[in-house]
């Protein structure tokens, strides 16, 4: 089934801003509340946010085969479970109803009462039940400047990294939608000159650009996922802000990697994009040296460009654009990551999320990170109210943003914005 999403000339008959991220050429898939408590499955197109679960009781849906109760749930993972023929027929009917010359909604004031909400009548949830959770490490940037600044520069990389998508299994428990504030983290900590590791809050609180991709029922247990059928069995992408506290990692990583200070939050946006939406903006991904094992092995564009940016705002203050990057830098692909992540059998469920990694370019204002951008420190980041930063400061406001642009087009994932608070008090 081809996806007849993606015309550059389709309009919808709804409203839409221009350079709006939900054109109808988008059609992402959410979770969210209305004002009457009611939790719903939906898609957005602007500032619409569109009930499915309604669409589908008012027969919209009629003749598309999926279990009746898909658009009934309180997250996508069962709708996810359907698989890439299903997703790609749900996206071509609401392309269809919402397409400017189609009325067979358009005219019926009393289905659209029941079906569209605005934006800001909503609260957008976590859109899928997160089984588990598995970060990568897949920027040649990111890890060369990380391995500059605490080993050896003439030998940044590890000697594995060129070979395989590195990764750890991360905290399903802790990932939050956009718009939850989440508090500085405890723990030990071994600061420099120091004699023995001391207890309290992480002084160097950071975030990480990354993006995320989530995942179908994607094999059975003991059978891997080949590389050339890894994207059929991914459903789509999130920005994915995976919080790192700098002092209590590098106390605590050796000999097994990161623990506390990974799992006290990551923050995703509320809307999943589908790859069908993302399929016009495909471009190569960095050339690999050395030629990776067969089964990572594969030709053609794999990676996709999606321009990302993070800004910092202070409590009451204006934010700042603090770095630019883009998702095509990765020098591991998400096709890569599921190859690999499966190879040795590893069961990969409906709703799973998989992290890219923190999505450095090649230079300093395209670097993904405080700890690289000013440096460990060293070089503290210019804020427009006149005052820097060299890690996150209590009661800053983070906020990622990504967009993907082309023949017209402009297709985005939103926001992550995500308060820190201060740190829990405890009693001595």
């Known amino acids: 089934m081809p996806a007849n999403t993606n015309n550059p000339n389709k309009k919808t008959w709804l409203k839409v801003a221009e350079n709006s991220d939900f054109p109808i050429q988008n059609i992402p ?26 669409l589908h009781r008012l027969g919209y849906f009629d003749g598309i085969s999926f279990k009746e109760d898909v658009f009934s749930q309180d997250t996508l993972n069962k709708f996810i479970s359907e698989g890439k023929t299903t997703w790609r027929a749900v996206r071509n009917r609401i392309s269809e109803i919402f397409d400017k010359e189609n009325h067979s909604l358009q005219d019926k004031e009393e289905d659209k009462k029941i079906i569209l909400f605005s934006t800001d009548e909503i609260e957008m949830q976590l859109p899928a039940q997160i089984g588990d959770y598995t970060d990568f490490y897949s920027s040649k940037e990111h890890a060369t400047n990380v391995g500059t600044m605490f080993r050896d520069p003439e030998n940044a990389l590890l000697p594995n990294w060129l070979h395989i998508p590195v990764g750890y299994h991360g905290r399903s428990s802790t990932i939050i939608p956009s718009g939850t504030p989440i508090k500085r983290p405890l723990g030990q900590t071994f600061p420099k000159g120091a004699e023995k590791p001391v207890f309290g809050p992480s002084r160097l609180v950071d975030f990480e650009l990354e993006m995320a991709f989530i995942t179908g029922n994607a094999n059975v247990l003991g059978e891997p996922v080949p590389i050339d059928k890894a994207e059929d069995n991914i459903f ?13 990692q590098k106390w605590e990583y050796v ?34 040296d050395p030629v990776p094992f067969p089964y990572l092995q594969q030709s053609g564009k794999h990676s996709f460009d999606i321009h990302l940016e993070v800004a910092i705002q202070p409590e009451n203050e204006e934010a700042t654009s603090i770095t630019k990057s883009n998702f095509k830098h990765m ?16 069961l990969v469920n409906s709703g799973d999320m998989m992290g890219s990694g923190t999505i450095s370019g090649p230079t300093p204002d395209s670097y993904g990170s405080m700890l690289e951008l000013s440096w460990q420190g060293t070089k503290p980041v210019p804020l427009k109210n006149g005052q820097t930063r060299k890690f996150i400061e209590d009661n800053d406001t983070v906020i990622l943003t990504g967009h993907c642009k082309k023949n ?18 405890i009693k001595d």
């Not at 898939?29 to 499915?52: E, K, M």
């Not at 017209?408 to 008090?425: C, D, M, Q, S």
Request: glycine share 10%; net charge negative.
């Open 331 to 346: 020098y591991w692909t998400m096709s890569q990551q599921l190859a690999h992540h499966t190879i040795n059998g590893c």
């Open 408 to 425: 017209g087009v402009h297709i985005g994932f939103g926001e992550v914005i995500t308060k820190l608070l201060p740190a829990l008090k």
């Open 29 to 54: 898939f959410g979770v969210f509340s209305t004002s009457d408590d009611i939790v719903t499955i939906g898609t957005r197109i602007g500032d619409y946010a569109i009930d499915l679960g309604a």
């Open 236 to 248: 789509g992408m999130v920005l994915f802000n995976d919080w790192s506290a700098r002092d209590i």
């Open 255 to 288: 000999p097994l990697g990161p623990f506390l200070a990974k799992n006290f939050a990551s923050s995703i946006s509320p809307w999943i994009v589908t790859m069908d939406a993302l399929e016009p903006f495909r471009v190569a991904s960095p050339a690999q």
